[in-house]
Nanobody, 115 residues
Framework: QVQLVESGGGLVQPGMALLLSCASSVNIFEFNSMGWYRQAPGKQRELVAKITVGGTTSYTDSVKGRFTISRDGTTKMAYLQMTELKPEDTAVYYC?????????WGQGTQVTVSS
């Protein structure tokens, strides 16, 4: 059974950095892709960053140059390094993994950017 567990959220000031982690219960290279989504209050969940099994990464425009997605197959972990955080980055961040038509989600971790 696939389980994803996020950690690393918190309250930070604008301009600071956070590292989000996602621990997988299975070999992450079984996934076609892994991604980080976020959902702010009153808004739809949006894809922030994605990494394919081949290592290709993609980002939503608002985080390009500030966020970096990565993974470590040895530890079965995925990461989202977030820098230069802005108040508009405030949201619950979710780890996501896809295997063909199946999709898995973590429970989410809150990121709040506020002075």
């Amino acid at each position: 059974q696939v389980q994803l567990v996020e950690s690393g959220g918190g309250l930070v000031q604008p301009g600071m950095a956070l590292l989000l982690s996602c621990a997988s219960s299975v070999n992450i290279f079984e996934f076609n892709s892994m991604g980080w989504y976020r959902q702010a209050p009153g808004k739809q969940r949006e894809l922030v960053a994605k990494i394919t099994v081949g290592g290709t990464t993609s980002y939503t425009d608002s985080v390009k140059g500030r966020f970096t997605i990565s993974r470590d197959g040895t530890t079965k972990m995925a990461y989202l390094q977030m820098t230069e955080l802005k108040p508009e980055d405030t949201a619950v961040y979710y780890c996501n993994a896809k295997i063909l038509r199946d999709e898995y989600w973590g429970q989410g971790t809150q990121v709040t950017v506020s002075s």
